[in-house]
């Protein structure tokens, strides 16, 4: 992998948050990537979202697997925990971490191919266990590194960029994420930076399994007439179910909004998700309502985009266990030892 530095000269006068960093303290090394990808798009809007949060970067950790995705980490949050892991295997490395340090914020960053492809169990057992966690997967459609072959989550019908006609069903990771039980679902655009920093804002305050599908095109290989992944296609076709505003608990809400347009949903830190409806009666945490209103919109041929489905009660996978609050990492001998008499505790209790 490539890497380049960036200068490490600023303008003495950037804006600064509320720890004192400035967005390039949140950035990475130069990309790599070709010019105008969308996955260039979804770095930046994370960069914003943890300089918005005012999170110290060595409290966050990103892990990743293998693709043109995967190697978005390397140009963001340069000075975080990082571990780029085995095609398809990201979410069980990042469970053993979060299970070994539960304090810090995960951040797992994958490809329709890392997780929709060879990595498909992985992405359903990490939702339906609860690992918390933020999930985004960056979605073009293409395997971009094999130069532009159709991937699990391509549409029948999307034409490639030589035309062949895709024809195998695709996998909508959003459904599958509905159906196993994450807590906090939503999709977005790469182009949308509006509608995508909030959401990234609002996954990262959310405890348990939050989960982003980022439509990404490919500028390579899927960004042409016939795909319905490019950057036109999605502008025409997108149906934004909701707009939202991220209110952490030490700051006023002061913005207004006309009555009846507005839902807030309390998260479990104090924070409030504010909704905006765009589409008639929609109720975000309706997990089958969710479910049925992505396949209408899909047989319309609309891609639906927003916050699709929060649970506002959420619990993760440490609660699930029943985890001590200290981390098992900074557990010591007489925690991790309890003795022979606590062990013939136990053992009489099975007999």
């Given at each position: ?63 990743s ?9 390397t ?13 398809g ?48 997967v960056e ?10 072959q ?27 994420a ?13 182009g ?18 939050a ?12 960004n ?52 905006r ?38 619990r ?6 029943n ?25 009489a209790?099975?007999?």
């Open positions: 992998m490539t890497y380049i530095a960036k200068p490490k000269f600023h303008h003495p006068k950037l804006p600064t948050n509320k720890l004192g960093y400035t967005r390039r303290d949140y950035e990475g090394s130069v990309s790599t990537l070709c010019a105008g990808c969308g996955h260039d798009s979804i770095s930046a809007a994370i960069i914003e979202a943890c300089f918005a949060l005012d999170l110290p970067p060595h409290r966050i950790a990103k892990l697997g293998i693709g043109c995705s995967s190697k978005t980490p140009y963001f949050l340069g000075h975080s925990h990082g571990f780029n892991s085995v095609h295997r990201m979410p069980s490395v990042l469970t053993g971490a979060n299970m070994a340090n539960r304090d810090l914020i995960y951040l797992g960053v994958s490809g329709d191919g890392d997780s929709a492809s060879i990595g498909l169990g992985q992405f359903a057992h990490c939702l339906r266990r609860g690992v918390n966690m933020v999930y985004i979605n073009n459609g293409v395997y971009g590194l094999t130069k532009g159709f991937s699990a989550t391509a549409d029948r019908g999307s034409k490639s960029k030589r035309g062949a006609v895709n024809t195998d069903a695709p996998i909508d990771l959003v459904g599958l509905l159906q196993l039980g994450a807590t906090f679902v939503a999709r977005s655009f790469s949308d930076k509006a509608q995508l920093v909030p959401l990234i804002e609002a996954a990262i305050l959310h405890k348990g399994a989960f982003i599908d980022v439509i990404s095109p490919c500028v390579a290989f899927n042409h007439p016939g795909s319905t992944k490019s950057f036109d296609y999605v502008r025409e076709h997108n149906e934004a179910v909701n707009r939202l505003d991220v209110m952490i608990p030490r700051e006023p809400i002061t913005a207004e909004y006309a009555p009846g347009t507005v839902r807030e949903v309390a998260q479990h830190d104090g924070s409030i998700i504010r909704l409806k765009l589409a008639e009666d929609y109720d975000p945490t309706d997990r089958l309502r969710a479910m049925a209103y992505l396949a209408e919109r899909q047989a319309a041929g609309e891609l639906v985009t927003g916050l699709l489905y929060l649970d506002p009660e959420p993760d996978l440490h609660n699930y266990l985890t001590v609050e200290k981390p098992l990492n900074a557990l010591g001998d007489a925690e991790l030892v309890p003795g022979s008499a606590a062990l013939a505790e136990v053992n209790a099975l007999r």
